[in-house]
């Protein structure tokens, strides 16, 4: 794509700022310091000796240091978030930007559905910085109903900066497997004059979702092995790219891990999970005494080169735990690698999950007998309140019976493993 910042955005100011991007790496240029490919690819280094851009001199500024902390795609959406806002979103860095900035939001593998990557993306506003999941990042220029605008460098070719529009379904297959770490807004978005104003709605930084257990290191400069959960802190080693760890403790975006014998702390955005799981559509509820079905769950394997591998359906052990307070955990196991993800257990007959019988899963009931709304596979299997195998309007009145006080709790009636 080409253009100016004005096909984009109606934000006067904004539109400017693009520009300024524009004309300083236009699309088809490199984000290197050679203005060429670089040559040093998979030993980029955001510290030094590479020629990938990682330390910024700002010609709007009289040439002043600009530190981006990382190079590649990276260090490329941390130069246009800071040439829009005029910081770097990178509070582990920048301790002073933390609560410049926040995160629409996040979403596992599991949860990379075409549905909830729009609803992630439904309040995005221009100059957004993207981050799938220890993949890729890039800039939103602008969304539609069929997808968004964004502009991005090292596109397959080292540092090259590219303005790409993705529909929903591509940006969603092509991170289903990764999912997505956050999406960075400034909390004062500036008007078009260029004062900066709060957003209608205001949230907290988002932290990622990180568990304990196995991952790799995601960073061919290696990653630094700390004594605590910040940089400030001793450097214990140097951890060469694709190492395998088990992260048994979390601190935030830092894991425990052990390395050479020493036991220390990573930051877990330079490092993948090993073993990823893909919930059917809905598979995050299940019901009290029914049993959960998960036959299509996809289960992927991180392996030693960081290619991925899906497992079949027969290759993988599935164990539930399920504790009193409504939520239970799944744990999916594949060799000796394993992963674990919550779930919500709800009363039979709450079809809205949540996570009480009502009138409203009464009215579900009556326009799925009717034929208005077509149940989910979830929502079926908590709707046959009588246990006769058909979901008709007798299971409403069941409903409506033990609301009123007439009829017992819906319960099951039917055998389940």
């Not at 040559?39 to 280094?45: F, L, Y």
């Not at 303005?163 to 956050?182: M, R, V």
């Not at 799981?277 to 509820?285: H, I, N």
Request: glycine share 10%; proline share 5%; hydrophobic share 35%.
């Amino acid at each position: 794509i080409v253009g100016n910042g004005g096909d984009y955005t109606d934000n006067a100011y904004v539109a400017r700022r693009l520009d300024v991007v524009f004309s300083e790496v236009p699309v088809g240029s490199y984000f290197s310091y050679t203005g060429e490919p670089c040559t040093c690819h998979n030993k980029c280094s955001y510290v030094g000796g590479c020629d990938c851009i990682s330390d910024y001199n700002d010609p709007e500024k009289g040439g002043q240091l600009v530190r981006l902390y990382s190079c590649q795609c990276m260090g490329f959406a941390h130069y246009m978030f800071y040439k829009l806002f005029g910081f770097v979103d990178r509070a582990q860095n920048y301790p002073e930007t933390a609560d410049k900035y926040y995160s629409l939001g996040s979403l596992t593998p599991a949860q990379m559905t075409v549905e909830n990557v729009k609803k992630l993306f439904k309040d995005v506003k221009t100059g957004a910085n993207v981050r799938t999941t220890g993949k890729h990042s890039f800039i939103v220029l602008s969304t539609n109903d069929e997808g968004m605008y964004i502009y991005h460098g090292n596109t397959g070719i080292p540092c090259r900066v590219d303005g790409w529009f993705w529909t929903w379904e591509e940006l969603t297959a092509a991170y289903k497997s990764y999912g997505i770490q956050y999406v960075h807004m400034p909390v004062n978005y500036p008007e078009s004059s260029g004062v900066y104003v709060p957003p209608t709605v205001s949230e907290g930084p988002s932290v990622p979702e990180y568990r304990v257990g196995q991952v790799r290191v995601n960073t061919s400069a290696g990653l630094r092995l700390r004594a605590g959960a910040g940089t400030d802190t001793e450097k214990l080693d140097l951890i060469p790219h694709t190492t395998l760890l088990n992260v048994t403790e979390l601190k935030g975006e830092w894991g425990k891990v052990e390395y050479n014998g020493k036991a220390g702390w990573i930051f877990l955005e330079y490092t993948l999970p090993v073993l990823s799981v893909e919930l059917p559509e809905d598979r995050f509820y299940a019901y009290d005494g029914v049993a959960t079905d998960l036959s299509s769950m996809k289960v992927t394997l991180l392996q030693a080169d960081l290619s991925r591998k899906t497992v079949p359906a027969g290759e993988y052990a599935l164990h539930y735990s399920a504790p009193a307070d409504g939520q239970y955990t799944a744990t999916v196991t594949v060799g000796d690698q394993s992963v674990s993800f919550p779930m919500h257990l709800l009363p039979f007959g709450d079809l809205n999950a949540d996570k009480a019988v009502t009138a409203a899963d009464a009215s579900l009931l009556v326009w799925a007998a009717s034929g208005e709304i077509t149940l989910t596979a979830r929502q079926t299997e908590g709707a046959d309140i009588d246990g006769n195998g058909v979901v008709d309007k007798n299971d409403a009145l069941a409903i409506i019976a033990y609301l009123t006080g007439s009829g017992s709790a819906p319960s099951v009636k039917k055998g389940a493993d």
